[in-house]
């Protein structure tokens, strides 16, 4: 089993507690970080330990948040990389529990970025080789659990995910009828072994069309389906505008089911500036129908989180074969 005594792990603002925790399970040493702002909004980071030869985990997740931005998020991720490689580490171990820049994972249209393998050489190349690790928490362009290849880099690279975890959160905490299982988006198969292992059930695949934002269409060809009566879990990686989530709930709840539970690994709380599209999600999707919304704690907001991704983080760095 590996040892990580002789790390120092570093954390963003965002993931401070996560680090705190984690420090604690791996019995490392926290090393610290210091960012100032100059006055034209431009931020300097400053990593104040002695990171020369040593061996360090860092640990920054990149939602949008009271504080920063999505891009924001990232140029502190790429300047503590800068930072750590200029001031002599030896190897970076690398956390990013939500990445960001990652719905844009392929380029689906002519003259259009990779935004999420944008992110990824940027880092490879900014790295220079000590980052030798990375993990990613049910990232948005590989939902497959284990190593996989981190587009065109040589960053040994795995994906961990939390799906396992919520499942057995509503599980213990929900006297369930009849539990049937949505995925709302068909691509997201790869997860599914892992939900199976706590609810052996029928699964009820949806189909989302997306014309926007905030304009999206559920359909179904399973419509034959006897669904009344019948608790409801969705599943999807995600929850940005919550409208893939109440457009599934409306058609949920035209076939008369039951209750309906939402299960995401990731809850986003938005603010997008002119409008008041915050912390409102959380009601919108409730007054839609849904009687609970379980997320893990990958923005680092604690109260969010129903399940804490150390214990996931802990047995994917120890065993490098336990990604759930
Ligand atoms: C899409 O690919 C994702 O799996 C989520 O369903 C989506 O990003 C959620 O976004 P929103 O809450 O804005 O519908």
Known sequence: MRSFKDYLIFAGDESKA??????????????EIKITQFPDTERLVKVSSNIKGRNVIYIKSTPHNKKLNQAEHTIELFSTIHAMVNNGVEKIILIIPYYAHARQDKKFKFGETNSA????????C??????????????????????YKFFNTSIDTYNITAVKELAKYIKTNFKLKNPRIVIPDKGQQPTHE????????D???LSKQRFGPREVKITCDQDTLMLKDSDMLIFDDMISTGTTLEKSIEWLKSKNVNRIFIAATHLMYPIIKGTNDSEEIGAKLREAGATAIISADTTGIKENGHISIVPLIKKALLSQKDWA
């Open 117 to 124: 393998e944008m992110v990824a050489e940027t880092l490879n």
């Open 203 to 205: 699964f009820i695949f």
């Open 18 to 31: 996560t680090a705190d925790e984690l420090k604690t399970e791996l019995g490392s040493e926290l090393g």
């Open 126 to 147: 900014l790295g220079k080789g000590h980052i030798k690790e990375l993990y990613t928490i049910d990232a948005h362009f590989n939902r497959e659990p284990g190593k």
């Open 194 to 201: 892992y939900i199976k292992q706590i609810f052996d059930t």
